[in-house]
């Protein structure tokens, strides 16, 4: 039940990244909100690549495997709360279910898997 609740808060994180480019999240976060649109853009899509390079690396390496998915599980819950601490930014777009069920997805499931 434990690897069911990790895959489903690792899967709802991936589809709010996929939100996150249609929420304009690059917006909300300091240090890239005070470049233009399309710079914030490229860089945050292109953070991503080694975010996931990373994230995937550490899924299939054994050794790293459980101590990542706590770790991974931990950040889930933290960035629940930062998702909260940020809902009244005013360029922050995530508002409606679409973007909060992935957030609160990943969050209770990643709980539910320590």
């Known amino acids: 039940m434990k690897d069911v609740m990790f895959v489903i808060s690792l899967s709802s994180m991936l589809v709010h990244e996929l939100d996150a480019m249609r929420c304009k999240e690059w917006r909300i976060f300091p240090g890239l909100s005070k470049l233009s649109d399309q710079m914030g853009e490229r ?5 991503h690549l080694p975010l996931f390079i990373w994230i995937f690396y550490f899924l299939f390496n054994d050794s790293s495997a459980s101590s ?10 933290i960035h629940l709360m930062l ?3 940020f809902l009244f930014h005013p360029r922050n777009q995530f508002k409606d279910l679409i973007s909060w ?14």
């Open 43 to 47: 860089v945050f899509i292109l953070a």
């Open 83 to 85: 998702h909260i601490v």
């Open 101 to 114: 069920l992935p957030i609160i997805l990943s969050a209770l499931s990643a709980l539910l898997s320590y």
């Open 68 to 77: 990542f998915r706590q770790g991974f599980c931990a950040f889930a819950m």
